[in-house]
């Protein structure tokens, strides 16, 4: 029970589909990220939000939308992929990044984009 | 740009041994994070450093910082197999704490 959850656990889609990844944490905290992690790369971060609003966006392409509605929950809608997008996406929070509080991860979702 | 890295990147130690892994990183900071992945697991936080000369310990991990030298380390002490792991430095520099950047990672297996 980490406490942050992301769905689905696995993901398959084409690169003409659309999808969304969701994350929602349970432990009140007031910024939520999506971090990328690729075979053989360090973990990439795509993008933050502290208090719903987004403070971070890592140059990611268009084709990735993140979305925060509230402090709990994060999506990331995913549109015309490409194969080199497939990856663990793993979603985080963090009570104070500015007081140093680390960050919380989900198990994440493993993307293929075929 | 903040580049971080970590050495070795691949760790292969006999039970009961002691090693440690460095994390060297080239801008000013005084925020760094190590965190452990289990195969197909999340990362899990295991220390958080926030000072010059900063000094964690939890069992048979210990870490420290060196802000000046701009170099973190992990020790491990009298390794056993349970520790076998990737272990992932991260840093997060002024004003931008929300923005960790992590090392490539070490992969940890301990032999008995």
């Known amino acids: 029970e980490t406490g942050v959850t992301q769905t689905p656990r696995h993901l398959v889609m084409g690169m003409t589909n659309k999808k969304s990844l969701k994350c929602e944490q349970h432990?009140?905290?007031?910024?939520m990220y999506w971090y990328k992690q690729s075979a053989k790369k360090p973990l990439e971060l795509m993008f933050v939000y502290n208090f719903k609003e987004q403070t971070e966006n890592n140059s990611v392409p268009s084709r990735f939308s993140p979305e925060c509605p509230n402090s709990s929950h994060l999506f990331l809608h995913l549109h015309t992929l490409q194969p080199e997008d497939s990856a663990l996406y793993l979603c985080a929070s963090s009570q104070d990044p500015g007081a140093g509080s680390p960050l919380h991860f989900g198990n994440g979702t493993r993307l293929t984009v075929t | 740009e903040l580049k971080v890295e970590q050495n070795p990147l691949f760790l292969s130690m006999q039970e009961g041994k002691n090693y440690t892994i460095y994390c060297n990183y080239s801008t000013t900071s005084d925020r760094l994070y190590w965190y452990r992945q289990d195969p197909g697991k999340s990362l899990e936080s295991l220390f958080v450093l926030l000072s010059n000369g900063a000094v964690k310990q939890e069992g048979r991990l210990m870490a420290s910082l060196d802000t000046k030298a701009r170099l973190s380390t992990l020790h491990i002490t009298a390794a056993v197999h349970d520790l076998s792991a990737t272990y992932f430095c991260a840093v997060a520099t002024t004003p931008s704490y929300g923005k960790l950047t992590f090392g490539q990672g070490t992969i940890l297996t301990v032999h008995p």
């Open positions: 432990l009140g905290h007031n910024a």
